[in-house]
Structures are given as structure tokens and as C-alpha cells.
């Protein structure tokens, strides 16, 4: 149907840099958005940003200025540049795709980042 591969994450120190992409393949016809979610352990998955078809983009206020959203439509990537990066970042980091009344989650990535 439609898969999201997620890649890029790693291990950091604090004020370091990573940069997630996320591919989406299969039987793609009409992506309402793209976004990136995380989950910490203990806690409930939150929206880290988002970008929709229109190119209007969100962001979670703990990210605002430090993280940004992209994409490219001919490859169907998007991507996670992540600067100054703080441990409180450290989380598994999940790929969405929205199309019509579907979602769809790729199986995450791991982003650790070190004091």
C-alpha cells in the first residue's frame, strides 16, 4: 500500500546537528502531508512538524527556530534538519504521511542526544 522508510538518526552531543529523511513509496496518489512526530520513552507520541501539499509547514514550540521541515516532491521524501539540538530531543523520531482519510507511520527512527 504505502510504506515511509526513515533514516539519519544517530547519536549526538548537545548543540549537534542530524538530519532525518523519510521516503514514501507504493500506491501514492495524493498526499494531503507529510510530517514528523516523536516519542520518548513513558511518554505519548507528539508532532515535531509538519508540512502540507500547500506548503504551509508547522512546528511544535519546543522546536521552533532550531528544527526545519522540507521536502521534495519528485523524490516523495521528506526531510528533518535538526540544529542545536538539546537532550530533550532524544526520542524515536516517526515518519506520517496523510492521504484522503489515511495515515500511514514508518517504523521509526532513533535520535539520542548527550549532554
Known amino acids: 500500500q504505502v510504506q515511509l522508510v526513515e533514516s539519519g538518526g544517530g547519536l549526538v552531543q548537545a548543540g549537534g546537528s542530524l538530519r532525518l529523511s523519510c521516503a514514501a513509496s507504493g500506491s501514492i496518489f495524493s498526499i494531503n502531508g507529510m510530517g514528523w512526530y516523536r516519542q520518548a520513552p513513558g511518554k505519548q507520541r507528539e508532532l515535531v512538524a509538519r508540512?502540507?501539499?500547500?506548503?504551509?509547514?508547522i512546528y511544535a514550540d519546543s522546536v521552533k527556530g532550531r528544527f526545519t521541515i522540507s521536502g521534495d516532491n519528485a523524490k516523495k521524501t521528506v526531510y528533518l534538519q535538526m540544529s542545536s539540538l538539546k537532550p530533550e530531543d532524544t526520542a524515536v523520531y516517526y515518519c506520517?504521511?496523510?492521504?484522503?482519510?489515511?495515515?500511514?507511520w514508518g517504523q521509526g527512527t532513533q535520535v539520542t542526544v548527550s549532554s
Open positions: 506520517n504521511l496523510m492521504q484522503g482519510w489515511n495515515d500511514y
Open positions: 508540512i502540507f501539499s500547500g506548503g504551509r509547514t
